[in-house]
């Protein structure tokens, strides 16, 4: 099948395909050569050319018999040097396909030209051993010889049909986790318009005040949900947009307009995981609030509220919340404080291991959070 003595090489019009001719010329551009048309330099290249294309290449004839087959097509399909001249293509496709091929190849003869096979049709060959795998085939005419012959270029798209089905999966998961997300925001703004209701069945200052601490709670997780179902990525969440949403939300609603706020924020881009971001911006919630509460009593004046994150080379975050505030008492930030802010802004701290501490700014104050990222 790979016959390259001197005779048989230059006669061979197998290797006069359109296909081969265009290859070859390839090749000797590449090498700064072109030999001569109908020269034994010229045929010699071609014969390289068919042999050792990376696609298996097969010449039939117009009774449908293999006349040659290169030693790519003999790997795709299973067989050995020799064992493909003079089989029947059909015998190389499904059964279920051979009865309409003798039609199509038929008609391919009638008006031969180069073409892709079976366009927008799933192809199949099928291997010495039985089993199939999938093809992209393309026609070409053989130019010389007495009697018409094909040029089949058959490509095995195996890899290339599992990556299309991983990304059909990839797609239909991206789908499942946006709706999930999606849902989740809404029962937790299920719940905060719970806290909402509550509270407007009571008078006392001190229940009102409770609930809108748990419904402002609620939002923040409610808000990483959000981000992450208008996001392209689901699998993390940019931690610096996100803390200049909600900063902005809860200075927006928690602030007197008698004493009125102003708000900086110095926010670097961090990717957080979810896992990650949700007790950040409990904290932050809980920081932000806190300022708002206690930092600018009646009298003291505007104040100013900075949010900064940082993120370093080795991955470590910096959140901060500083305040020109009245300042807080040097024991307020100790492990034994009793503020259920504090409470949990200590307990989040330890379950995404990172250290917090809270210091006095001149003027104000100065909540510092110090987190390894994970995305």
């Known amino acids: 099948m790979h016959d390259t003595s001197d005779a048989a090489v230059p006669a061979d019009p197998a290797l006069r395909s359109p296909h081969i001719e265009e290859a070859a010329a390839r090749v000797g551009a590449a090498h700064g050569t072109e030999p001569s048309q109908g020269s034994p330099e010229r045929m010699e290249l071609y014969q390289r050319v068919f042999d050792y294309t990376p696609d298996g290449l097969l010449v039939v004839d117009a009774a449908g018999c293999i006349v040659r087959a290169n030693t790519q097509a003999e790997r795709l399909f299973g067989y050995g040097a020799e064992e493909l001249a003079g089989v029947t293509v059909e015998t190389l496709i499904p059964q279920r396909y051979r009865a309409g091929h003798v039609a199509h190849r038929r008609d391919y003869l009638a008006e031969p030209r180069m073409r892709p096979m079976g366009k927008d049709l799933e192809l199949f060959g099928l291997r010495r051993d039985g089993s199939e795998f999938p093809v992209d085939i393309m026609l070409g005419p053989v130019e010389g010889g007495e009697h018409p012959k094909i040029l089949c270029v058959v490509r095995d798209i195996t890899e290339r049909k599992q990556t299309e089905r991983e990304l059909t999966t990839l797609r239909e998961k991206e789908v499942l986790l946006k709706e999930i997300h999606h849902r989740v925001k809404n029962n937790l703004a299920v719940i905060s318009s719970l806290f909402y209701l509550q509270s407007t069945y009571t008078e006392d200052e001190n229940t009102i005040r409770i609930l809108r601490e748990c419904r402002d709670r609620v939002r923040s997780m409610a808000l990483v949900h959000e981000r992450l179902y208008r996001s392209e990525n689901f699998a993390a969440v940019d931690f610096g947009e996100y803390a200049r949403d909600l900063s902005e939300q809860l200075v927006r609603n928690l602030g007197d307009p008698a004493r009125p706020v102003a708000l900086r924020t110095r926010l670097a881009s961090v990717p957080m995981s979810i896992g990650l971001a949700v007790p950040c911006g409990l904290i932050l919630n809980e920081l932000i609030t806190n300022a ?52 949990l802004i200590r307990t989040l701290t330890r379950q995404i291991d990172g250290e917090f501490e809270l210091a006095p700014a001149h003027p104000g104050t100065a909540a510092r959070l110090k987190v390894k990222v994970d995305a």
Do not use: Y
């Open 292 to 343: 708002l509460k206690h930092a600018f009593p009646s009298g003291a004046g505007d104040g100013t509220i900075e949010v900064s994150i940082q993120r370093e080379s080795d991955g470590v975050c910096h959140l901060t919340v500083a305040d020109t505030g009245v300042g807080v008492p040097e024991n307020v930030g100790g492990e034994d404080a009793h503020s259920l802010g504090l409470r």
